[in-house]
């Protein structure tokens, strides 16, 4: 039973990976909504409202950076498990620091130790750079970061100054990628931070991905040479020699005991053979 469980682990690369995503996707919600004013209330006496909004919108990228490592942890990539291990872990703290989320920080640090304990099956080496991948991720990055910009602007639509259309709610959105301020004024000055943060993190993420991407160096992968297919030819021609021989050998037995039977046989009388009191 227990050689059985040991040969079968519980949870293959893609569960892991997919578990990873979804915490990923509630990192990303626990940051989008807001948190209850109880502890915010209690947070603000010990922590600036900069602090505060700066550690929301990195949670946020923690998140969306999660999802996007569980197609390399997939792959059993050890890289995407490093940097997995390193987000998760923050994102223990960021729970707490964006609004003592403490529930939230629980599943990070499940979600660590998970990792931790699966780290043995994640071996294998980068990919090679690829212009298309640094394109894939700039687009994604940015793409997020627009869509939560909009979502944050539409959580707050109650507290905007005026009565600002969804044109100016995307632009806004948009122009908070590059850092520039939007056309939509809020009521409340951290609502407009927070917009704003959570767009600037995003766009700021974008370009470090694609540049990391670009700029990287895969790890060296072994190359075969022709005298490495010669000893392996060899090897190969060596373990045929030796399974033929076996197989001669144990042919050879086997007809000596069939000759040593026959032989038996006919050493014994007829008479002998018959047990006596039958008829």
Do not use: C
Not at 3 to 19: E, K, Q, T, V
Not at 72 to 85: M, P
Not at 199 to 217: D, E, K, M, R, S
């Amino acid at each position: 039973m227990t050689a059985a469980w040991n040969s079968r682990p519980p949870l293959s690369r893609a569960a892991i990976a997919r578990l990873v995503q979804l915490a990923g996707l509630f990192d990303v919600v626990t940051a989008v909504f807001p948190e209850q004013r109880e502890r915010m209330a209690t947070l603000v006496e010990f922590m600036p409202a900069a602090g505060i909004l700066s550690a929301r919108a990195a949670t946020a990228a923690a998140g969306v950076l999660l999802v996007y490592l569980g197609n390399g942890l997939r792959r059993g990539k050890h890289r995407a498990w490093q940097l997995a291990v390193v987000l998760s872990g923050a994102a223990v703290l960021l729970h707490v620091l964006k609004g003592l989320d403490f529930a939230a920080a629980v599943v990070s640090a499940a979600l660590l130790a998970m990792l931790i304990v699966v780290r043995g099956r994640f071996r294998a080496v980068p990919d090679p750079r690829s212009r298309w991948r640094a394109v894939t991720a700039f687009t994604g990055f940015a793409g997020t970061g627009f869509v939560l910009g909009v979502a944050e602007i539409a959580i707050r639509a109650d507290h905007l100054v005026g009565a600002p259309g969804v044109v100016q709610w995307l632009r806004h959105s948009a122009l908070g990628l590059i850092g520039v301020t939007g056309p939509v004024r809020f009521v409340r000055p951290w609502a407009a931070d927070t917009v704003s943060l959570t767009t600037g993190t995003f766009g700021l993420l974008a370009v470090i991905a694609a540049a990391v991407l670009l700029l990287q160096t895969a790890e060296r992968r072994p190359s075969r040479t022709e005298a490495d297919d010669e000893r392996l030819r060899d090897l190969l021609g060596a373990l045929r020699r030796q399974r033929l021989a076996r197989l001669l050998r144990a042919a050879r037995g086997q007809g000596a005991a069939v000759g040593a039977v026959r032989q038996g046989r006919r050493r014994v009388p007829g008479g002998a053979r018959r047990q006596p009191g039958r008829r």
